[in-house]
């Protein structure tokens, strides 16, 4: 069962979230708190979600600020970014920061929750507008970049994240075990200098590897 946060400063969008993520039977939600700090405070006293939805611009810490830290205290902690901002500048440094998705407030209920199982299977959950201006950022920057050194496994396991399969499906692809499999995935944000899936993804995508 998915395990999910929420940190999100409005009560009423708070609340509901939590209280629709809780009715449903693959997840719970045992916490939602309105600034990072809170958040903070919570995971180093309770077990840690799986998943952390969170907002950018909180009361004191701002998310990016706040997912850096929470990044690299507890880096198995998957962070989907729930906010208005969809300019392109707070989009990357979303994910330069670490996020593994991008949402955006609009985003229905039901199609947060979808979000949430692709990421929890391997996934990068972002709104269509999102993805548009990620692909069509990297195609214009890309085109001339130098090609990464990644083996040819290692690409393999780019293209499984590519296809959105999980790192189990993954795994059971090239006959590896997950643990190889993110053994791998680790190696591959050093060679590409990238912190989530949504990098190595869209880094892809734009025909860098």
């Known amino acids: 069962m998915a395990q999910v946060g929420i940190i999100e400063d409005n009560k009423k969008i708070r609340q509901l979230m939590q209280r629709y993520l809780n009715?449903?039977?693959?997840?719970?939600?045992p916490v939602a708190t309105e600034c990072v700090e809170d958040m903070l405070d919570y995971l180093s006293t309770y077990p840690n979600p799986n998943v952390l939805l969170m907002d950018i611009q909180l009361p004191g810490m701002s998310g990016i600020e706040g997912m850096k830290i929470i990044q690299q205290k507890y880096p198995d902690i998957e962070i989907?970014?729930?906010?208005?901002?969809?300019?392109?500048?707070?989009i990357f440094e979303s994910l330069k920061a670490g996020a593994s998705g991008y949402l955006l407030k609009h985003t229905s209920l039901p199609e947060i929750k979808d979000a949430i199982e692709l990421l929890m299977q391997g996934g990068a959950p972002m709104s269509p507008q999102i993805a548009r201006k990620v692909i069509t950022h990297f195609n214009y920057r890309g085109q001339k970049k130098q090609k990464s050194n990644l083996t040819n496994r290692e690409q393999d396991i780019v293209n499984g994240l590519v296809d959105g399969l999980s790192y189990k499906l993954i795994a059971d692809r090239l006959n590896i075990s997950i643990d190889t499999v993110r053994a791998h995935i680790r190696n591959i944000y050093k060679k590409l200098h990238v912190n989530s899936k949504a990098e190595v993804i869209a880094k892809s995508l734009r025909g860098e590897l």
Do not use: R
């Open 23 to 29: 009715m449903q039977k693959d997840m719970s939600c």
């Open 80 to 90: 989907i970014m729930l906010t208005v901002y969809h300019d392109s500048h707070k």
